[in-house]
């Protein structure tokens, strides 16, 4: 009997430190969490240290992610992604110059280190931290530049999460219009489509195909990034998941007889995202906010609402 207790003592820790985690990461499975509601969850235990120390939530988090947005391809029709992505051709172009110009200029204005300012500048362009992940190695970055241009990033990201879909019913944008706009302005995937599933169907079907479309340029821009930088081109990280995605569309259109399977498989990758923005906010603590800095912050701050108000008065008005 002592040797059960002992023993019982010897795990309770354990349990202490994972039974909150795993409760709350089976809730973020169900309907009643919505995606701002699992960004907090994940931060609050962060912030209270229940997340275990010993689970690599990066890690994680970037393989749900790619299984999720391999899952919303087969919800997706070939023809609605072929022309909401031709449709959106400069408006995609011109923003990714645009943000990577601007970044430019602004890191030389404050004073900023030049590595840190690009890859806060291309995940501003592109889409946020697989951006940064795969720029990084190419410019050969040092862990602390990408891990200040990742915090800056996801803290952006958590904000846009609620103030999109706010700004979108303030604006009456149409489901399209919001979508396109989620897709431009709002840095990470995972952020984009929790913003634009809050909205609505049509506005998460647009959001994902442009969001997407956009990632693809990635690969272009991590080869100039290794030029300019002097860094190494073999180093660069392709994210193969787009090609999966754009795989599981393929096989919707081709095979529409699997059609009630392929909207279980897009329903369940909703909810698999849902679960990602959890592991997101798991993964941003109070320390991590402090250590990005002001300059981060203003650089990352400053191309958002440039971008984010550029792209919106364009979509309202062009």
């Known amino acids: 009997m002592a040797a059960d207790k002992q023993t019982l003592k010897q795990k309770y820790p354990l349990i202490k430190e994972y039974l909150p985690f795993f409760l709350i990461t089976c809730l973020c499975l169900l309907p009643v969490i919505s995606s ?19 689970l690599d939530i990066a890690s994680l988090t970037k393989r749900l992610l790619s299984y999720s947005i391999i899952g919303l391809g087969f919800g997706i029709h070939l ?34 280190d030049a590595k840190t300012g690009h890859l806060i500048s291309a995940g501003t362009a592109i889409c946020g931290g697989s951006a940064i992940a795969a720029v990084s190695p190419a410019i050969n970055a040092k862990s602390e530049q990408s891990a200040i241009a990742l915090a800056t990033v996801f803290i952006l990201n958590s904000v846009a999460l609620f103030l999109f879909p706010a700004l979108g019913h303030l604006f009456a944008m149409s489901q399209y219009d919001f979508g396109v706009w989620s897709a431009i302005a709002i840095h990470d995937t995972s952020s984009v489509v929790g913003a634009a599933s809050a909205y609505g169907e049509e506005a998460l079907t647009t959001a994902t195909t442009i969001k997407l479309a956009r990632a693809l340029w990635i690969i272009p821009i991590a080869l100039i990034s290794a030029l300019l930088f002097g860094g190494d081109k073999k180093k660069i990280a392709i994210p193969y998941f787009i090609g999966f995605y754009c795989l599981a569309i393929a096989i919707a259109h081709w095979f529409p007889q699997g059609q009630t399977a392929y909207q279980a498989i897009f329903e369940l990758s909703k909810r698999l995202l849902v679960l990602c923005l959890f ?11 402090r250590a990005a800095g002001a300059k981060p912050l203003i650089l990352g701050v ?17």
């Open 279 to 289: 592991l997101i906010g798991a993964g941003i603590t109070v320390g991590k906010m």
């Open 36 to 54: 701002p509601i699992a960004l907090i969850l994940g931060f609050t235990l962060a912030s209270l240290g229940l997340v275990p120390a010993n």
């Open 79 to 112: 023809q609605t992604a072929i022309s909401a992505t031709l449709d959106n051709l400069p408006l995609i172009l011109g923003s990714i110059v645009f943000t990577l110009v601007l970044g430019y200029l602004l890191t030389k204005a404050l004073g900023f």
């Open 302 to 318: 400053t191309l958002w609402l440039s971008i984010g108000t550029g792209s919106l008065l364009y979509i309202l008005y062009v």
